[in-house]
Nanobody, 111 residues
Framework: QVQLVESGGGLVQAGGSLRLSCAAS????????MAWYRQAPGQQREWVAD???????NYADSVRRRFTISRDGARNMVYLQMNNLNAEDTAVYYC?????WGQGTQVTVSS
């Protein structure tokens, strides 16, 4: 149905910001709720945020007020703006439609 590719990860200092992108191919994108997940070393996958086709959003308590999920239907893109990053945010970040997953992008926050 869709193919997902994440990008935008990297190494940042604590207190810094990154913007992750998820590019989706497929005309069904505009009908799908999308989500960001992350997996830190030695931990289980954690839900981070999601967004409905209409733009309603939800956030995990650990990222609320720091992260913002958004989407651009015309470009088939989903974004995750991450501010005030700390070491606890270090993880591989994935976007998902539920049925499909991207390859992940590494975010490393240095103290």
């Amino acid at each position: 149905q869709v193919q997902l590719v994440e990008s935008g990860g990297g190494l940042v200092q604590a207190g810094g910001s990154l913007r992750l992108s998820c590019a989706a191919s497929g005309s069904i994108f505009r009908y799908l709720a999308m989500a960001w997940y992350r997996q830190a070393p030695g931990q289980q996958r954690e839900w981070v945020a999601d967004i409905t086709p209409a733009g309603s959003t939800n956030y995990a308590d650990s990222v609320r007020r720091r992260f913002t999920i958004s989407r651009d239907g015309a470009r088939n893109m989903v974004y995750l703006q991450m501010n005030n990053l700390n070491a606890e945010d270090t993880a591989v970040y994935y976007c998902s439609s539920g049925a499909e997953w991207g390859q992940g992008t590494q975010v490393t926050v240095s103290s």
